[in-house]
């Protein structure tokens, strides 16, 4: 007993120090609120290159050594703005995509992750398109990638809590489909998982499910290669902030109080028009002063159609928040204004096409070329840390525990 006490004071140390780590036998842990690639993309590079040249491991000494001579560090930096591409449009983190397209590729800056055609081939033997943009091609296996994990084993990439368990299935669903799971095997008998994880899974052999056999010549597993990277986690830049017009490591509230979802982001039949159109943001009601959730640039101050008293915020980056229904704006809220995250805005109202008092909030991101596409601000700020329950009527949240 003394010594599972001792294991946990040393565990909580390391993650008071390192932030969010994999560990290997359970959940990803760690703390702060995560940067948005989105609003901060620059920073976040130049911070996932960093800790990538500085990533500890507790791998056996020759599994280090061979992925060392492979340079697998220097080619994930090679590599960064695909695997971060992919990790801001899809939510997985660019270690995971990094691990597949070593084990896919080896990393070849030149190869697709989807079993290591050439970035621009067309259709290669496994069906799917393969096209000449890396930044594509890694989202599109990014996609891939969560959709075989919910279908071969129902996980939830993005909202599970991923264990060394689920992310050695994903990545064994990503290799060999349902194959594994028709026949018996499980994920720590893959050499694609597993080869050179700890000391007694070097040298693996391939096993029946895989169709093929011998010896796995990669000495290295995705899960092997994602512990080498050090982390599971898209909270690659934990801790850190942006430059004044981006996300910084902590959004603020968009509310200066008590706030309450009072209409949810998408389709809807709208109250005063009696039809079904979308609902492109998020109704809160609760305390009346309205906050910029991140500092940024003013781009629009003032009366905007069906929108009321409008304010509209550029982060940077292709990431920008807008604050409608507004009843006053406050006068230091003008169009070039720089705001500081957290500052107050102006208040609460019903200006516009609105049946009652609150703030309509819009969010936008960065697709796969950089244009900003609207997206669901209450999935956003929940992904950030910020969870906002729902008034009673509404449809349970998926945020709230």
Known sequence: MRKSWVAIVILLLAVAIFGPIVLLSGVIVGGGAIIAAAGCQAPLLQVAVAQTAESTTTLPKATTEYLEKRNVKSLAEQNMERYLAAQTAEGVPWQVIAALHYREAGMDPTKSISNGATLGSGVNVDGVNVVEDANQDAINMAKHFKRMAKSVYGIDVEKDAMTAELWGQAFLAYNRGSLYKRQGSTYDQSPYVMNGLDESHMNMRWVAADTVNGVDGNKAG???????????????????SCEATSVTADLANPLDGKMVVSSIFGERFHPIYHRWILHDGLDIVGSSGIQAISAGKVVWSGPNGTL????????????????????SIDSAVKVGATVQAGQHLGVMGKT??????????????????GKSVSTDPEEFLATHGIIIPRQSGLPKSPYVK
């Open 352 to 369: 516009g096409a609105v049946t009652g008092v609150h703030v309509h909030l819009k969010i936008w991101v960065p697709d796969s070329t």
């Open 308 to 327: 009321g008293n409008y304010v509209k915020i550029d982060h940077g980056n292709g990431l920008m928040s807008g604050y409608g229904h507004m009843s």
């Open 222 to 240: 995705a899960l092997t290669v994602l512990q080498y990277l050090g982390a599971g986690s898209s909270n690659a830049s934990s801790g850190l």
